[in-house]
């Protein structure tokens, strides 16, 4: 997995709440059987009309967020489907950081798997950075996860809580499957204890 | 004397393989239910990094979301990309040894319903699934969610996952439900009370008379859309009506082994005094036949309401109706009896067990459905289809103008061709009327399978409670 210490870069405004994951990455590119390559269908039906040809009001399609490396969205960003396939087109786009006031689990989750931070942030901030984000390609937010801070482009910090076991294989860019394979002897342990307790499992 | 513990408590508690120091636990697995879509980059994983499956004889396959649901599919699947996904799921079962059932068996349907009917899903088990709708599992007094394909692969290659503890959540219905008034109209109700952020970060327990009163059908109905209420799980403490399901089934325990399980079984509940994070209480008696509006679940009102108003809402709410209204085609202060529709699906991994499609057939008897509606039953599983048709429930589906369609996830997510038209508007028993979840353009309706078949009737969103 892809590190992920800091970042300084222009921030996307999606001030729309709920915003789901079949907006993500509708479900006709969930046939693939790859991880990669599905940036160019990242909110496939906000970004593109039926011809396929961009619509123009779209934040992403706008000159100067069309490099965005930080989302700042509305409230419960991710609900929906558990599809890994909604931060791998968000990390294909090129987008690392999301920021909300609150994210659905399974979403939240898969981030942290792929290199992608997911922040939480209480609602008078997020409405700042929205604000800052705003401001279009000039207005830079820096994330430090180290620091656990985001710092808007008038230099207002804030800081934000992140589970430490998921920072630190985040920051090293760590393989969970890995390191649980450390814990193997736990595991045989337990398949013997279940097996004289629960057998019919 | 140790303190009460509530019921996901016990479960959590009996599955920790590990515990590290900053609290992070190894949460043991006891069931992994694998479909198509988001199982391939799992096994591509463990392929490249010469992994095994940790424990086969626990994980259990079937095909799902891309197969077609049309008599005649034994022909094969005419999108490539599905077809591939399929075929890889057949061959990444057979490689790595796990149980499966192809499209062509006929206990083969929507892995949420076959887990339970196989008998794969028993109490105080943990079963995950690469989606989220394995919360219905929690049915059975399982702790059950969806996971990532990152997670399908961690489970895949060590049979644990990497967890940290929900907090817990009480929503209790007290007292009887009224005519009409279902499982879907129960946990559509909680949601609309409750919002699509409202179970974040928590594990439901479900409970109350009108809880206990559900068959298991409407249990898995109930705990099925608790992820569309945000939370992690949603849970029913197991009792006589469980085991009597469970009791059988091809793969649940027999004989001393049964004996054995079911005195465990009976442990499975939250101890009086447990505590809970959260509660949320509703009175049985004042839930409605309820239908969604918008284009999220939250999005709930009784069938004798109107069309909302942006102004009626607060804070981002504001501008994301005005957004769904204008989706939906529809205007603020329209009775929803009278908005019209296309199309009726019934099915999906909510409502197409056995139960619901008598409550449909119920409805639906010597009544044809209106002129140039499309209607469409499409059973939870193969043996669904097979006892509906034993029971003559297909017969008055087809009389009454109803396509009846082989077992599949169909129309709920629109993968398989299955699809509304830019425009369409449907009546339907799913789960989800995000933007676009039938297909592009597509309008959704949620609702329970009595009032889609009483829409089917009318062609239009329809109190059923008039039609019994």
């Known amino acids: 997995m892809d590190k992920f210490e800091k970042l300084s870069g222009v921030a996307a405004p999606m001030p729309l709440i709920n915003i789901d994951t079949d907006m993500i990455i509708p479900k006709v590119f969930l046939k693939t059987i790859k991880r990669s390559g599905l940036g160019v269908n990242l909110f496939d039906e906000m970004r593109y009309d039926d011809d396929r040809a961009e619509i123009p009001d779209f934040v992403l399609n706008k000159a100067q967020y069309r490099n965005a490396e930080i989302l700042v969205a509305g409230d419960n960003f991710g609900c929906g489907s558990s599809r890994e396939h909604a931060p791998w087109a968000i990390k294909d786009f090129g987008i690392r950081c999301i920021i909300s006031t609150s994210f659905a689990d399974i979403f939240y989750n898969n981030c942290f798997k792929n290199g992608v931070l997911p922040i939480i942030l209480p609602q008078e901030q997020v409405d700042a950075l929205m604000k800052d984000a705003e401001k279009g390609s000039n207005a830079r937010i820096e994330i430090d996860l180290a620091d656990q801070t985001v710092t808007s482009s008038d230099g207002d910090v804030y800081s934000f809580e992140v589970d430490a076991f998921k920072k630190h294989c985040l920051l090293n860019g760590l393989d969970d499957i890995g390191l649980t394979m450390e814990k193997v002897g736990s595991i045989d342990n337990y398949e013997a204890q279940l097996s004289s307790e629960r057998p019919w499992v | ?468």
Request: aromatic share 6%.
């Open chain 2, 1 to 468: 004397m140790t303190a009460p513990k509530t019921l996901y408590d016990k479960i959590w508690d009996a599955h920790v393989a590990h515990t590290s120091e900053d609290g992070t636990c190894l949460l043991y697995i006891d069931r992994h239910l694998v479909h198509e879509v988001t199982s391939p980059q799992a096994f591509e994983g463990l392929r490249m990094a010469n992994r095994t499956v940790r424990a086969p004889e626990k994980t259990i396959a079937v095909p799902d979301h891309n197969v077609p649901t049309t008599l005649d599919r034994a022909k094969g699947i005419d999108n490539e990309e599905s077809r591939i996904q399929v075929e890889s799921l057949d061959k990444n079962a057979k490689d790595f040894g796990i149980h499966y059932y192809p499209v062509s068996d006929v206990r083969q349907g929507i892995v949420h319903i076959v887990g339970p009917e196989q008998g794969w899903t028993l109490p105080g088990m943990t079963v995950v699934c690469g989606d989220s709708h394995t919360a219905t599992h929690g049915a059975f007094g399982a702790l059950a969610h969806g996971i990532g394909t990152s997670e399908v692969e961690h489970v895949l290659a060590t049979q644990t996952l990497i967890q940290k503890k929900s907090k817990n959540m009480k929503v209790e219905i007290t007292g009887q439900l009224r005519p009409g008034v279902t499982a879907k109209d129960i946990t559509l109700s909680v949601i609309g009370e409750t919002g699509t952020a409202g179970g974040t970060g928590y594990v439901i327990e479900y409970c109350g008379q009108a809880i206990r009163d559900l068959s298991m059908e409407g249990r898995m109905t109930v705990c099925n859309m608790a992820i569309e209420g945000g939370a992690r799980a949603g849970l029913i403490a197991p009792d006589e009506k469980t085991f009597e399901y469970c009791k059988g089934r091809a793969h649940a325990p027999k004989g001393a082994a049964w004996e054995a399980a079911l005195a465990y079984w009976k442990t499975l509940f939250s101890d009086d005094g447990a505590h809970f994070d959260k509660v949320v209480t509703i009175k049985g008696e004042d839930i409605a036949p309820v239908v969604t509006w918008g284009t999220s679940p939250e999005d709930v009102l009784p069938i004798t309401a109107s069309v909302p108003a942006p102004s009626d809402f607060d804070g981002g709410k504001v501008d994301a109706v005005a957004r769904s209204l204008e989706y939906m085609g529809l205007n603020s202060g329209t009775p929803l009896s009278e908005v019209e529709i296309d199309t009726v699906f019934i099915g999906s991994c909510t409502n197409g067990r056995i139960e619901d499609l008598r409550a449909a057939a119920e409805i639906l008897k010597g009544k044809k459905i209106k002129d140039g509606m499309r209607a469409m039953v499409v059973p939870g599983s193969g043996l669904v289809r097979a006892q509906a048709e034993e029971e003559g429930l297909a017969d008055i589906f087809l009389e009454a103008g109803f396509e009846w369609r082989l077992a599949g996830c169909s129309m709920c997510l629109a993968m398989n061709p299955d699809q509304l038209a830019p425009g369409e508007r449907c009546a339907a028993t799913s789960n989800r009327n995000f933007e676009g979840r039938q297909g592009r353009g597509g309008r959704t309706h949620l609702m329970s399978p009595a009032m889609a078949a009483a829409a089917a009737v009318t062609g239009k969103l329809t109190d059923v409670r008039e039609l019994i």
